[in-house]
């Protein structure tokens, strides 16, 4: 039978007692994490959000009522005890941060009973994901769970605070906007009042921070809430949170002066980690050519080499048809794995074909200076001796070749990379934090679905001086003032200079395939507003999430926020999203028509 808490008092929360309580008397509260019955005594271990603390039922302290009641306690019943603190008449738990002392209790309440929980209530239980997720009440009151949220809620506050001081103003955005064409689709939402138009859920609060620089706002940031209708993977989920920010009459090196500071207080006060600045910074051409990867780890080497010119001429049909198509031949020298089981070199391929690649090309080289290669027969000895030379290759070393278009070589090597990294162990204790600013990112990406040039980051990112002639007649090497921030092969951020000149918007909209209507239709607000006086402006956002995944050594965005989504955007918890009320639907003006697939 649950009891009232009534004219009770919590005093501490559990691990806030230590020895230098001894002889209080305390009321604590929390759950039962586990129980000890040995006759003439009882123990629980109390959990509260802090951590654990034992609890000791002696029927000459609690009385025989309260001993009785101290024998219903079961797993996740909530309790109140009030008793005075003991040091521990056993061993000191080291384990513990109460393991000095204990309470022994002199009157108990039962505040709740509980259920046998669906999986055990503690530290990295391997429950199936979906069955935490179904019960992620419960899934939340695990010891490393409560960690992750506790954590993030120090970032933010240590957040807010940093940005404060450096005089940034906090400002809302709006939730429900107008549905834009760029960038993931859009989440909509019905309006009742003006039928058949819709809201969007906003993907970023990216005009409105604009038009915050227009107000003379000056300097802006907010923990924004933002939404995207897109596939998920482990670092997405359709809604996510973003540290954000936009500042006046300044260029990307301010920005990212500010942003340095900013992570080197909040990882060395969160995580103790000492972040070096300057932070290093590579242009993104240099990424993609040496790691594959416009957000390269790099705690170990295994760096792409271009061996293109290399193998030019050589008969190797592989390579000589991928660079008579104007494509590139790369590779990367595993230092000391020419012993690598065939079975694990077939597993690199069979990877590396699942990304995109046809195959493989590779050559081992033995400690007695024996080759061992996949096409060797196809090369002249002194082809062969100029490649491994090329590739700076060793006796004991493996190197990996593919040959294909630029961009696919990049995506394939990119991927084997860190794949091979995994494979021989380079990341196992790796305890590195390492940072990399990448910059010079092109303005255009095409799109052969839409059969144009898209904006890689958005419509409004500034283009680089000296690449503004080349806007009209070759957007594909027009470079932006944008700027990520890469943490472990993780895009923790980023952020561009923005367009402040008119002339130049609407150059970067006709680029883009639109028409001064159609570019009035999507943001005339914006359009309008920068007839006005605008400043000079840039700014960046944070995936919060991410930030706190890496922080936390978590594998997944969704062990860092409270009540997150499966892969289909679906919450196994609350069951949504759901039907709704056939009265709501006509308030809208909606009809359901479900498609099939």
Not at 285 to 312: C, N, W
Not at 514 to 531: P, S, V
Request: proline share 4%; net charge negative.
């Amino acid at each position: 039978m649950a009891e009232s808490m009534s004219g009770l008092h919590r005093t501490h929360r559990c691990t806030e007692l230590s020895k230098e309580n001894i002889g209080q008397t305390v009321t604590v509260m929390g759950w039962v994490q586990k129980r000890r019955n040995l006759g003439s005594l009882i123990f629980i271990d109390l959990r509260d959000r802090s951590g654990i603390l034992q609890l000791i039922f002696d029927e000459n302290s609690v009385g025989s009522e309260g001993f009785a009641k101290a024998g219903e306690l079961r797993s996740e019943y909530v309790l109140a005890a009030t008793g005075k603190v003991e040091a521990r008449s056993g061993a000191v738990n080291k384990t513990m941060k109460t393991g000095e002392i204990e309470i022994v209790v002199e009157s108990l309440r039962i505040l709740s009973e509980s259920q046998t929980p669906p999986f055990p209530i503690e530290e990295d239980c391997n429950t199936k994901d979906d069955l935490r997720l179904k019960y992620r009440y419960l899934d939340l009151r695990r010891p490393n769970l409560q960690r992750n949220l506790m954590l993030r809620s120090k970032l933010t506050t240590m957040v807010r605070n940093f940005m404060t001081g450096e005089g940034f103003l906090e400002i809302e955005t709006p939730m429900l906007c107008k549905s834009t064409p760029e960038g993931a689709r859009d989440y909509l939402v019905p309006s009742r009042v003006h039928q058949g138009s819709f809201y969007a859920l906003p993907q970023s609060p990216q005009i409105y921070k604009q038009l915050l620089m227009c107000s003379g706002y000056d300097r802006y940031f907010q923990i924004a809430r933002c939404f995207r209708d897109e596939d998920l993977r482990a670092d997405r989920q359709p809604e996510f949170t973003q540290i954000d920010m936009e500042l006046s009459f300044v260029d990307a090196e301010d920005v990212m002066d500010v942003n340095e500071r900013l992570l080197a207080k909040v990882f060395k006060e969160l995580c103790g980690i000492e972040v070096k600045l300057p932070i290093a910074r590579m242009p993104y051409a240099q990424a993609m050519a040496k790691y594959g990867s416009d957000k390269p780890d790099l705690r170990f080497g295994l760096e792409i080499v271009d061996v293109s010119e290399t193998v030019r001429g050589c008969e190797f049909v592989v390579f000589s048809s991928a660079l008579e198509a104007g494509g590139v031949v790369r590779g990367i020298n595993v230092k000391g794995q020419g012993k690598m089981p065939r079975k694990k070199i077939d597993a690199v391929i069979n990877f590396a074909k699942g990304v995109g690649a046809k195959g493989l090309a590779y050559i081992a080289l033995a400690e007695d200076g024996t080759i061992k290669s996949s096409f060797a027969k196809f090369m002249k000895e002194e082809e062969m001796s100029a490649l491994i030379a090329a590739m700076d290759g060793k006796p004991g070393d493996l190197l990996i070749f593919a040959a294909d278009k630029e961009k696919m070589v990049c995506d394939i090597l990119g991927a084997v990379r860190l794949e091979v990294a995994k494979m021989i162990g380079l990341l196992e204790g790796n305890t590195d934090f390492k940072f990399v600013w990448i910059t010079e990112f092109p303005l255009f990406e095409y799109s052969e679905e839409e059969n144009r040039y898209v904006a890689m980051h958005h419509p409004f990112t500034m283009p680089m001086e000296e690449d503004l002639p080349l806007l009209e007649t070759e957007p594909g090497k027009v470079r932006a003032k944008a700027y990520d921030i890469v943490l472990n092969g993780t895009e923790l951020g980023g952020g561009s200079v923005r367009i402040h000149q008119s002339d130049v918007q609407e150059r970067m909209f006709r680029a883009l395939g639109f028409t001064t209507e159609k570019a009035y239709e999507q943001f005339g607000f914006l359009i309008n507003a920068f007839k006005y006086g605008v400043p000079p402006h840039a700014g960046l956002a944070y995936g919060l999430d991410r930030m706190v995944m890496l922080m936390t050594g978590s594998d997944s965005i969704r062990e860092v926020i409270a009540f997150p989504k499966v892969k289909d955007a679906s919450c196994l918890m609350t069951e949504a999203p759901g039907t709704v009320d056939s009265k709501q639907l006509e308030e809208l003006g909606l009809e359901i028509t479900i498609h099939e697939d």
